[in-house]
Structure formats: C-alpha cells, structure tokens
C-alpha cells in the first residue's frame, strides 16, 4: 500500500528565457548623397515558468479503495502521458 504522501504528484517545469537580438544595421550611401539605414531592433520572447500540479484527491483513498492501485497507475501514465 503506498503512503499518504505519494498521493500528491507536483509536476513543474520552466523554460528558460531565450532572448536574442539583432544589432542595427546602420548602411549610408555616399554615392547617391542619400543615407538609407535600417535597423533591427532587438526582440526578445521568454516563456514563463508554469507549474501544472495533479492532485490525486484524498477522499478517493478511503471512498474508492478497490480501485486505488488502478487508478494510480492510470493517473501516472497520465502524468507521464502529458509531460
């Protein structure tokens, strides 16, 4: 029989923040006396660190006793499953 504390699976996971940017490029031509630049502006997209957290309910233990060694298995394949 598993223990109490198993009964609560946190998973989380965080991506770290990824930023890159590109340096502006600054072009002027002389030969045509007119100044043509443009510049790449840096741009950065980070993902959050989000924790999604199962909860196996406690009251399953005691109400669903038959069932509690299928029901974990089926809960972690789904964990598993998701992550």
Same mark, same amino acid.
């Given at each position: ?15 770290y !923040?990824?930023? *890159?940017?590109?340096? @502006?490029?600054?072009? @002027? ?7 043509y630049?443009? !510049?790449? !502006? ?7 660190y989000? *924790?999604? @957290?199962? @909860? *196996?309910?406690? %009251? !399953? *233990?005691? =109400? ?13 394949? %789904?964990?598993?499953? =998701?992550?």
């Amino acid at each position: 029989m598993r223990d109490k504390l198993s009964n609560e699976i946190i998973y989380y996971y965080y991506y770290y !923040y990824y930023y *890159y940017y590109y340096y @502006y490029y600054y072009y @002027y031509y002389n030969n045509n006396n007119y100044y043509y630049y443009y !510049y790449y !502006y840096y741009y950065y997209y980070y993902y959050y660190y989000y *924790y999604y @957290y199962y @909860y *196996y309910y406690y %009251f !399953y *233990y005691y =109400l669903y006793y038959y069932y509690y060694d299928y029901y974990y298995y089926y809960y972690y394949y %789904f964990c598993y499953y =998701l992550y």
